[in-house]
């Protein structure tokens, strides 16, 4: 194993991959800087364990070049790469004690004293107390921390992680974020890891590139793909967005759009394309940016905010907040999530509302995209 004092990024150029006529990872340029916490998301099918296991060597590229700092390791077997996978199926040896799965790595190179550097590890996942009992002895999360403990002994320049939390239920999959990130914290080592949970990627990385059939959509810090999507695809993906079809009245700092009869506002600094007087444009908000009050009350809306009427068809209590379903001329089914502080009684389904919202929260795309890209369904969430 090569010493990770070499570091440097992980730097993919042009890489692709094709199964016969099946384009599973179109040609990518993607640098993953040293000792950062990157995040390859995506639903199933995109392409993004496909890239992982060309970083790892398990897989060989089409095109394209895979380097380590300096240098290229394109053509070398992934035994020869400074570079560790933990898989989601943790692959630990049934018939070791943790110590001696953690061990082995040191091991199978010839090291005869391992004990301190096992020791350090143990620590580092904090397992003191587990250290002579079996695999299936442990939970799922205690597991993965030999995993990870087993791939970092080597001091590998990059551990790679293949949805390393799926097996795991909801607490302890929360749980093991913040473990992982503070290993790497503490390690300071390059993390990229694999996942198609929201959530995950966000808690986790310092940069998630959100891939989509075989490209990457978009890249940057998780608040930056959240508050400034650029496609469809990433608005929908990434949390919920209302997107409202509407057309471009007059555009400058400040573009005025009109949906069904009704204007809205928003920065011309915050949408993805120009916008043109009389063209299209997809207007976004998040449910969580939108206030809502009874009809009677829009007096009490303050000047310059964006508004809809709409009538609210379904509320559900989720306990931090409450999500309401408001049909309205501009936008069928618009979301909207109100903080449970203090309830309005009269926000119930059948009520006349009105929304309204700071126009800085307002996001625009281009409208030639699908409108529903990105959206989950029910089956391929199950």
């Known amino acids: 194993m090569t010493d990770n004092t070499a570091g440097g990024d992980v730097r993919l150029a042009g890489i692709s991959k094709h199964y016969g006529t099946f384009t599973a990872v179109h040609p990518l340029d993607l640098t993953i800087p040293q000792g950062s916490f990157f995040a390859l998301l995506g639903a199933s099918g995109c392409g993004k364990t496909t890239t992982l296991r060309m970083i790892a060597g398990l897989e060989e590229p089409s095109t394209g070049t895979v380097s380590l700092g300096d240098r290229d390791v394109t053509q070398l077997p992934p035994y020869k790469r400074p570079v560790n996978t933990v898989f989601q199926s943790y692959a630990l040896f049934p018939h070791m004690d943790i110590?001696?799965?953690?061990?082995?790595?040191?091991?199978?190179?010839?090291?005869?004293s391992v004990k301190k550097q096992v020791d350090e590890m143990i620590e580092l996942v904090q397992l003191g107390e587990h250290t002579r009992k079996k695999p299936h002895q442990l939970s799922g999360g205690q597991q993965q921390r030999v995993a990870v403990a087993r791939a970092l002994i080597n001091h590998p320049q990059v551990l790679l992680l293949d949805e390393p939390l799926g097996a795991l239920d909801l607490k302890?999959?929360?749980?093991?974020?913040?473990?992982?990130?503070?290993?790497?914290t503490e390690v300071g080592i390059t993390f990229v890891h694999v996942t198609h949970d929201q959530e995950e990627a966000m808690?986790?990385?310092?940069?998630?590139?959100?891939?989509?059939?075989?490209?990457?959509?978009?890249?940057?810090?998780p608040a930056e793909l959240y508050e400034n999507p650029r496609t469809t695809f990433v608005a929908n993906f990434l949390g919920t967005s209302n997107l409202i079809e509407a057309s471009v009245e007059s555009a400058g700092d400040d573009v005025v759009v009109s949906a069904a009869g009704t204007a809205l506002r928003l920065p011309?600094?915050?949408?993805?394309?120009?916008?043109?007087?009389g063209g299209k444009l997809l207007v976004g908000v998040r449910p969580e940016?939108?206030?809502?009050?009874?009809?009677?009350?829009?007096h009490t809306v303050g000047a310059g905010r964006n508004k809809i009427t709409g009538t609210i068809a379904d509320s559900s209590f989720i306990g931090v907040s409450t999500q309401?379903?408001?049909?309205s001329a501009v936008c069928p089914e618009l979301e909207v999530y109100v903080q449970n502080i203090e309830r309005d009684a009269r926000?119930?389904?059948?009520?006349?509302?009105?929304?309204?919202?700071?126009p800085e929260h307002t996001f625009g795309l281009d409208a030639?995209?699908?409108?529903d890209a990105g959206v989950e369904t029910v089956e391929e969430s199950a």
């Not at 110590?99 to 005869?112: D, M, Q, S, Y």
């Not at 302890?172 to 790497?184: C, D, G, T, V």
Request: net charge positive; glycine share 6%; aromatic share 4%.
């Open 368 to 371: 030639a995209q699908d409108i």
């Open 268 to 277: 011309a600094a915050r949408c993805s394309t120009t916008p043109r007087s």
């Open 172 to 184: 302890l999959r929360r749980q093991m974020q913040l473990e992982l990130k503070r290993i790497q």
């Open 203 to 221: 808690t986790m990385a310092d940069t998630v590139a959100v891939m989509n059939a075989g490209r990457v959509e978009q890249l940057g810090a």
């Open 324 to 327: 309401f379903v408001v049909d």
């Open 289 to 298: 940016k939108i206030s809502l009050v009874p009809a009677e009350e829009e």
């Open 347 to 358: 926000l119930v389904p059948g009520a006349r509302v009105v929304l309204h919202w700071n």
């Open 99 to 112: 110590f001696e799965n953690i061990a082995f790595g040191l091991r199978r190179r010839g090291i005869k």
